[in-house]
């Protein structure tokens, strides 16, 4: 199939998982038409099979708020007509579904159709689509879409809680590239962050208030206290700068080490025992996902669709959103013992297998498929 796939192509999950999803599709034969602002930052690979077409929004002096959504309809409606796609696969509700019901209105007009797929991935719906300004274009879009899904069972459940969604929403969830994210041994790098065989703990995320990355610097610090360890803080955002002043404040920074945002997580993730993940909603958390298909257990709170993912006592530990005792005391008990770690390790790795390319995958091209033939 010719498939259109629009998405925020920046670090967030969303973005991730939508050029992932483009990939898997491409290397099964489907023709895949990236439609994004900038390239998208994991389709650093050849594909003869993706395209890019970049949204260019001109700046006028006039406009204070250059139109990105008249923009992006605009490429949507000629990449269409040009490339003869079958569908449209938006990422994010705002403002990627109501750009596309805008370029489909305009091929109706002109005779043709595009049926478009709008998949929510939990903060459109959760924190922005929420917000009144948004709220009845939000409502409208996905209604108005071909079909919707969403990435868990509780991002569902919240959309039909704070919306007036009037069609069923199909749970897919976000998959890992197992060819990408496994058990490898990195020994000699680990070696170079923990030289006397500190515990490795990390954290990954945009750093946004809602990772409550504050959380993690007080589970560290209560591990620390009971076990030589190192964290290891992966990504960039507008909590980065409080998280260092904590760190220096607590006077940990030796065993703390910020990395940025870094392309290869497989690599850093292959070299940690723990992976925190506190946040105060998370729809999936697919940075926990990756780091269990890296065979790495997780303690996170139990926010959104976190326990969907992460079993309690299987994979790792929940706690209530805040309890940062709770969390610090679960994970010194996965890391204090060898043999515990190991079997948190081995089910973190089963578990992340639930989530394969090749059990998610098909649910997509099933619906792909479905839409298409009512077209
Ligand atoms: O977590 C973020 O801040 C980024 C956000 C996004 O929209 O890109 O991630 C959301 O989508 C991911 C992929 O489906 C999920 O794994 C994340 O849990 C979800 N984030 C939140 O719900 C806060």
């Known amino acids: 199939m010719k498939i259109g796939i629009v998405c925020y192509p920046t670090f967030g999950g969303s973005g991730v ?9 491409a290397d099964k034969g489907h023709e895949i038409h990236f439609i994004t602002y900038q390239q998208p930052v994991r389709l650093n690979v050849f594909r003869p099979n993706i395209y890019y077409h970049e949204v260019i929004v001109p700046k006028y002096p006039l406009f204070d708020f250059p139109p990105y959504e008249t923009a992006l309809a605009s490429t949507m409606f000629n990449v269409v007509k040009n490339n003869g796609l079958d569908l449209l696969h938006v990422h994010y509700a705002i403002p990627h579904a109501s750009s596309a019901y805008f370029a489909r209105q305009m091929l109706r007009k002109q005779g043709s159709d595009i049926p478009f797929i709008t998949t929510l991935h939990g903060t459109d719906i959760t924190l922005v689509g929420k917000d009144s300004t948004y709220g009845c ?26 919306f007036e969604i009037e069609k069923d ?20 790098f680990k070696k170079m962050l923990a030289p006397n065989g500190e515990r490795i703990l990390a954290h990954v995320s945009n750093f946004r208030k809602v990772k409550r990355v504050e959380d993690v610097l007080a589970v560290f610090q209560k591990v620390h206290e009971k076990m030589p360890s190192k964290l290891l803080m992966i ?17 940990i920074c030796n065993d703390i080490r910020f990395l940025g945002k870094q392309d290869q997580m497989e690599e850093i993730l292959n070299i940690a025992d723990l992976f ?12 926990a996902l990756e780091a269990m298909a890296c065979g790495v257990p997780v303690i ?76």
Request: aromatic share 8%; hydrophobic share 40%; charged share 25%.
């Open 17 to 25: 998982m939508a050029t992932e999803l483009g990939l898997a599709l």
């Open 137 to 162: 274009v939000v409502t409208f879009s996905i209604n108005e879409s071909d079909a919707i899904t969403a990435v868990s069972e509780n991002l569902k459940e919240e959309t039909f809680k704070s």
């Open 169 to 188: 929403i199909l749970v897919i969830p976000n998959f890992v590239d197992a060819k990408r994210f496994h058990l490898t041994n990195k020994e000699h």
């Open 235 to 251: 990504g960039d955002g507008p909590e980065r700068q409080n998280a260092e002043d904590i760190c220096r404040k607590l006077g």
């Open 276 to 287: 925190l993940l506190p946040s105060q909603y998370e729809s999936f958390g697919l940075a």
């Open 300 to 375: 996170s709170s139990n926010a959104g669709g976190l326990p969907e993912i992460n079993i309690h006592g299987k994979t790792g530990y929940l706690a209530d959103v805040g309890d940062v005792e709770a969390m610090a005391k679960f994970a010194i008990q996965i890391l204090e013992e060898e043999t515990t770690l190991q079997t948190f390790k081995d089910n973190a790795l089963a578990q992340a297998s639930e989530f394969s390319i090749d059990k998610i995958v098909p649910m997509y091209e099933a619906l792909y498929e479905e839409i298409a033939l009512k077209k």
